[in-house]
């Protein structure tokens, strides 16, 4: 599989925050299909109810 380079820019309140994010982001890239990062991304933007019913089965 070929390997692209972004350059991104992530909100947070501190450097140790944004690396968490990133290497969360980079988990979910690796473990997903473009399809369902996708299909993730959508609920998340657009969809509250799910995103409740998934931070409380996550415990956050």
Do not use: W
Request: aromatic share 4%.
């Amino acid at each position: 599989m070929s390997k692209y380079s972004y350059e991104l820019h992530i909100a947070a309140a501190n450097e140790q925050e944004a690396e968490t994010k990133m290497r969360a982001v980079t988990v979910l890239a690796s473990k997903l299909s473009a399809k369902e990062l996708e299909q993730l991304a959508h609920i998340v933007k657009n969809d509250p109810v799910k995103m409740a019913i998934a931070r409380k089965a996550l415990g956050v």
